[in-house]
């Protein structure tokens, strides 16, 4: 099983597995039933996770009612302990809509909910990042995780969040971070068995470091960089199945 997933997840397209995936998972969760971990998002327990990664494989990591991965639980906590999201009017863009938050943010009554993204079949609008297809000053928050690493010019589409963004609003931008280097990009390389060997991933053409957070300073956020998992401990570290050192990357327009 954990060779099946990493195949899967190395070579077939993200939006093949998010179209053919989900039956196969929720048939998996009716044997995995127990109480050793908790999806806080829909609040399934289970006796163990299923195994994810593209080349190293993380166990417990994946919780298949939800799909829900390690930095997704991180973020729903957050979200839920630490805003008003779900309490509170936000007009709200989603790029790239991870499945797991998808029907629970579309119940929220106080959210006017825009998802979009380039090829997803679970978005509203279709769109590219480097050019946002919204007038400035529209949005209240915005998500856009694990995209900024597949695109060149991602200076641009730093900026265009920033532009959409309403004077304080907020965002969250996580990708990949390597915290002790700095980051390695080179734009002739293109080869995906090269790009996978120094990039972590064959569609990926950066691999992130310290220096994330100066790019997203010269879009013009204010970038706070937040522990959580330190600050919920690390029973409940365990209990949802986080990754220690996941950090959240919470942006606000000035």
């Known amino acids: 099983m954990r060779r099946l997933i990493q195949i899967t997840s190395r070579f077939i397209p993200r939006e093949w597995l ?3 995936g989900l039956a ?28 994810y990664g593209r080349k190293e494989i993380r166990p417990n990591a994946l919780a298949p009612k939800t799909a829900s991965l390690e930095r997704h639980r ?7 302990n630490e805003t008003n999201f779900f309490t509170h009017p936000h007009k709200f863009l989603h790029v790239a809509p991870e499945y797991c938050f998808l029907k629970p943010f579309k119940k929220l009554k106080n959210i006017d909910y825009v998802t979009g993204d380039l090829s997803s079949p679970w978005a509203n609008i279709k769109l590219d990042v480097r050019s946002l297809p919204f007038d400035d000053n529209t949005f209240d928050a915005a998500m856009c995780n694990h995209v900024f690493e597949h695109i060149d010019n991602d200076h641009q589409a730093m ?11 907020w965002a969250i931008f996580q990708v990949p971070i ?39 300073q010269n879009a013009g956020f204010e970038v706070e960089v937040i522990d959580y998992t330190t600050k919920i401990g ?4 365990a209990l949802y199945a986080l990754m220690p050192d996941e950090k959240i990357i919470f942006c606000r327009k000035k």
Do not use: C, N
């Not at 991180?74 to 839920?80: G, M, S, V």
């Open 18 to 20: 998010q179209r053919f």
């Open 24 to 51: 196969f998972l929720r048939f998996m969760a009716i044997f995995l039933r127990g109480k050793r971990f908790v999806d806080p998002i829909d609040g399934s327990s289970y006796r163990k996770l299923l195994s």
């Open 74 to 80: 991180l973020i729903w906590l957050f979200l839920q």
């Open 159 to 169: 900026r265009e969040f920033y532009r959409v963004l309403k004077p304080g609003g």
């Open 178 to 216: 390597r915290w002790e280097q700095k980051t390695v990009e080179d734009p002739t390389i293109t080869s995906p068995a090269e790009r996978e060997k120094l990039f972590g991933q064959r569609d990926h053409v950066r691999y992130y470091g310290y220096d994330y957070i100066h790019r997203l």
């Open 234 to 237: 690390k029973e409940k570290t």
